[in-house]
């Protein structure tokens, strides 16, 4: 067992190693060139440049005319972007939850028309989905004059709002797909066929049985 998780690590090292020498050589490659003659001594030069950069992690800049430390602003901007990203997680599971349950308590016509919508939904590419919630917010606030929510924001602003809803809606149709085969596929267990003999109501069934076991092994 020691023996394999020193494997898998020795393995990972050199895979992290070869793609940031990888990154490096490409970060390096416009030097190869000087006019139409290759520079081999240039492009080895900028390598152990570049090289000397990342061991030194808190002198990198980016910026072509005002030069700005990397690091810390590099975690500002990851901050936010978890922040987005769990916020959109959290809620995209949270209505798929619930929209999985009711459906499921529908019948079987209903379940088939909703099982219709949603795979319509899926067919429209993500792009399309996040492009035309941002031109509902532009409409909306052409015709009203009200702005739901800020489409950018200027030095310290933080946007949010928009990005989480533009990455719930793709995101909860695939948990809603995803959810609904595993909530049909525990349906089937025996676990679920003994409480309905017990003469439980299907709505608890769902909602104390079986989403404990669905959702532990989505997240």
């Known amino acids: 067992m020691l023996m394999r998780i020193a494997k898998w690590c020795g393995v ?20 190869l060139f000087k006019g139409l003659q290759i520079d081999l001594i240039g492009f080895w030069n900028t390598i152990v440049f570049l090289g000397g950069k990342i061991l030194q992690p808190g002198e ?11 690091f810390p602003q590099i975690w500002i901007h990851y901050f936010e972007t978890m922040i987005v990203f769990l916020s959109a997680f959290l809620l995209s599971l949270l209505i798929a939850y619930i929209l999985v349950v009711w459906v499921l308590q529908r019948s079987y016509m209903k379940q088939k028309m909703w099982n219709g919508v949603f795979l319509t939904l899926e067919s429209i590419p993500d792009i399309l989905l996040i ?50 085969f595993r909530f049909k596929e525990e349906l089937e267990k025996d676990y679920s066929l003994f409480a309905k003999s017990k003469g439980l109501s299907f709505r608890h069934i769902l909602t104390h049985h079986i989403s404990r076991n669905v959702l532990l092994t989505t997240i």
């Open 12 to 31: 990972t090292c050199l895979q992290l190693v070869a793609a940031i020498l990888c990154i490096i050589c490409l970060g390096a490659l416009p030097r």
């Open 60 to 70: 990198i800049t980016y910026g072509f005319r005002d030069s700005r430390k990397l």
């Open 131 to 180: 492009l035309l919630s941002q031109l509902l917010v532009v409409i909306m606030f052409q015709k009203t004059g009200f702005m739901p929510v800020k489409l950018a924001g200027l030095g310290e602003e933080r946007i949010r709002l928009l990005p989480i809803i533009c990455l719930t809606i793709p995101t909860t149709l695939l948990f809603i797909k995803l959810l609904l």
